[in-house]
């Protein structure tokens, strides 16, 4: 069973520019969370979508926004890119969401640097 | 509001040395408890999970008890080899009607020598 695909793998992107990366989950997997890591800040929950819907969304800008295709396949779009948007930004899948227990299942991540 | 507190790092050993990494939690409601290890490169991948107290999770030589009466989930493994230098993530979920996210962590980093 293939895993979760992202990509771009690497992007580099200048300031106020915008960026979109996609996200494929786990064959069956219907919900989709995005995650941002950087130095600083570690490991950040960014947004979850199930059923094109989204359900959660961590503490960031407006800037930062996301869709879910009726293929569970996810976007994450940030307007007006910042230097301190560079990150990695990884993508999980999970079967349901709000289950106890419910295993999240990472991709490898989109590198993002904004010059 | 959630939180994950894990020993800072980086931890270094020496092959077939014993390893702790220390992980308390808070949280409000029944969390799941979960470590995640990260390779250079790479995304997370799931290592062990445990879903309510007591629970013990192992996975590849590694273990964790979720021990509810300390709010902790320390990481063991009895030998440590090269190929577990990577970084390990300690991560909660609480169950919500609001959907399913990850609090993290801050990771520590594993350095096995030969």
């Known amino acids: 069973k293939a895993g979760v695909t992202q990509t771009p ?3 580099i992107k200048t300031r106020g520019q915008q960026v979109t990366l996609s996200c494929s989950p786990i064959s069956g997997h219907r919900s989709v969370s995005w ?7 570690g490991l950040q929950f960014l947004f979850e979508y199930f059923s094109e819907t989204q359900r959660n969304k961590g503490n960031f800008p407006g800037r930062f926004s996301g869709r879910q295709f009726s293929n569970s396949r996810s ?3 940030v307007s007006t890119l910042e230097l301190g948007d560079s990150a990695l930004y990884l993508c999980a899948s999970s079967l349901l969401p709000g289950l106890a227990g419910e295993t999240q299942y990472f991709g490898p991540g989109t590198r993002l640097l904004v010059l | 509001g959630d939180s994950v507190t894990q020993m800072e790092g980086p931890v270094t050993l020496s092959e077939e040395a014993f390893l702790t ?3 308390t939690y808070t949280a409000t409601g029944y969390p799941s408890l979960f470590w995640y290890v990260q390779y250079p490169g790479e995304g997370l991948q799931l290592l062990l999970k445990a879903t309510k107290a ?12 979720y021990r509810k ?3 902790s989930f320390h990481l063991e493994k009895g030998s440590v080899q090269v190929s577990d230098s990577a ?12 959907g399913n996210m990850l ?3 801050g990771g520590t980093r594993l350095m096995v020598k030969p």
Do not use: W
Request: charged letters at 20%; hydrophobic letters at 25%; glycine letters at 10%.
């Open chain 1, 9 to 11: 793998r690497y992007l």
């Open chain 2, 87 to 98: 970084v390990y993530f300690c991560a909660l979920g609480v169950h919500r009607d609001a």
């Open chain 2, 54 to 65: 007591d629970d013990k999770g192992s996975n590849k030589g590694f273990e964790a008890t």
């Open chain 2, 21 to 23: 990494i220390n992980c």
């Open chain 1, 75 to 77: 976007e994450m779009n």
């Open chain 1, 35 to 41: 995650y941002q890591q950087t130095p600083g800040q």
């Open chain 2, 69 to 71: 009466e300390t709010t």
């Open chain 2, 103 to 105: 609090t993290f962590g």
